[in-house]
């Protein structure tokens, strides 16, 4: 009875090849069935008359490893592949969330920098002119600042409003600027390396394969640097299609390749085409050779498959046994080969320091000006309580100013919402 409960996963995946069409045949080649819808599309052939090419892409997804062709909803303009959400989307929306945060600890940032140089160019022990002429170059210094978004500059002269502030007394105001600017350096540098490793090629590329099973030449060519690897990627990406006929190009290949695990793909590749053309013995052999060269469980799952099928039970449970100390999850498989990729540099976090060293030097330069430059917070131009919130920063009491970040993070959240609704 033990015996037969373990051959039963054995006789169930055996039951699920014979529901397939016959493999001898080769399937539909889905590329070339592409190039006609595309064709049809050009002229002028309405989606009616184009559905049967759709449906034999569609049944064609039983017999190949590929999940989904996104390229029938941009040729017919319309839903045919209903695409399951990718981490690129959950990135983009964590992304939405930092750039509304980004502008909230910016909008904090101004203004505090604004009622600190106005205050520290209006309270300097000049005359009249010379101080409103120092206010006009500060102040029109921040706009330009901030308006081109320049985040060294933003940064250095945070740094030298802290220091300001803490020199005559604000240290309250010059806490809130502290947070601020160093929760508008985290921000800014995590949302640059979430950006960057989305929009690093290798990544799009992976998400790309998870998500349909294949990926096209151009983001082949953007992934991999090495010709002999995209020409590899390329002829596997084809193979999940149905693209059969490349025995030679990756028996050439083959001879080319020097490192293991290019070999091993091709070795994988061309067990893959020896399954749909019958030949399970010649595939089983194939398969064995790549996972003498790379181990990774897809190669097992193919072997798994050909012992399978040509009723080797004893061999089939023993690389069972091996699949099941893997991570590899056979459940929810198609009972085909699996197609392995070539791996692919993983994009690292960047820390950019520079940016720090802007936010000390604009606190130092403003350290030796203040020593230099006498400052008279003994007297108050009345003109200057005539600015709003600057009470509020002479009594270093601006907690009325948390109103600002609050406004801008909410108004940016309900605003994008609104435009990205329309």
Known sequence: MRRLGSFLPLLILLFSFLQLPALSAEPPNVKKLLLEVEKGVKEGKGTAELMPLVKRIEEAK?????????????????EIENLPETKLLAA???EYFLVSAKRAFTSLNFVLLFLCFLFFSQQLNFSPPVRNGISVVLLTLLFLTFGFNSVPLVLFLSGAGLTFSVLVGKRISASFLLISSLLFLLVYQVERNVLNYFKNPSVAYSLKLSRDGYSPDYMVDLAYKSPLERKVEKLTNGLALGDLGVSKELNSLLKRAGNSKVKAVILNDLGFISYYRGRYEKALSYFKEAAKLWNVPEFLFNQYLMYSITLN???AEAVR??????EFKVEGLKPIPQLVHLPLPSPGWSLNLS????FIAGAVVMFFVGKVLTVRTFLVEPNLLLVPGMRDFLRDRPYKLLLVPALVFLSNLILGRLLCGT
């Not at 999940?67 to 319309?78: D, G, Q, S």
């Not at 046994?321 to 893997?326: A, D, F, N, Q, V």
């Not at 940016?355 to 802007?358: E, G, I, K």
């Open 62 to 78: 039983a017999e190949l490893p590929f999940r989904h062709l996104p390229e029938l909803n941009y040729l017919l303009e319309k």
């Open 92 to 94: 983009y929306r964590f």
């Open 313 to 315: 039970f004893k061999e």
């Open 321 to 326: 046994k091996k699949l099941e100390g893997t």
């Open 355 to 358: 940016l720090l060293f802007s």
